[in-house]
Nanobody
Framework: QVLLVESGGGLVQAGGSLRLSCVAS????????MGWYRQAPGKQRELVAT???????NYADSVKGRFTVSRDNGKNTVYLQMNSLKPEDTAVYYC?????????WGKGTLVTVSS
């Protein structure tokens, strides 16, 4: 059974930083693309950042230069370092794991950025 568990969310003031972590279990972590999506109230879930098994990264335009995605295959963990946070970054952040037509999701962690 594949399990993705996020942590690190919380309340932060605008301009602050948070680091999200997602620990995966139940499959071979290193072969999967990992990433983060988010869903704000009343909006659709959207891509934040992904990192492939080879380490290539992709970011939403809205977070480029502020967020950094990374992975530690030895710890089966993907991270999202979020700097210069803005109120519009407020959302539930979901960990994603995917390969070909298979995908898995965590339950999400709430990030709230106050102005």
């Amino acid at each position: 059974q594949v399990l993705l568990v996020e942590s690190g969310g919380g309340l932060v003031q605008a301009g602050g930083s948070l680091r999200l972590s997602c620990v995966a279990s139940g499959n071979i972590f290193s072969v999967y693309t990992m990433g983060w999506y988010r869903q704000a109230p009343g909006k659709q879930r959207e891509l934040v950042a992904t990192i492939t098994s080879g380490g290539s990264t992709n970011y939403a335009d809205s977070v480029k230069g502020r967020f950094t995605v990374s992975r530690d295959n030895g710890k089966n963990t993907v991270y999202l370092q979020m700097n210069s946070l803005k109120p519009e970054d407020t959302a539930v952040y979901y960990c994603y794991q995917g390969r070909r037509v298979t995908s898995y999701w965590g339950k999400g962690t709430l990030v709230t950025v106050s102005s």
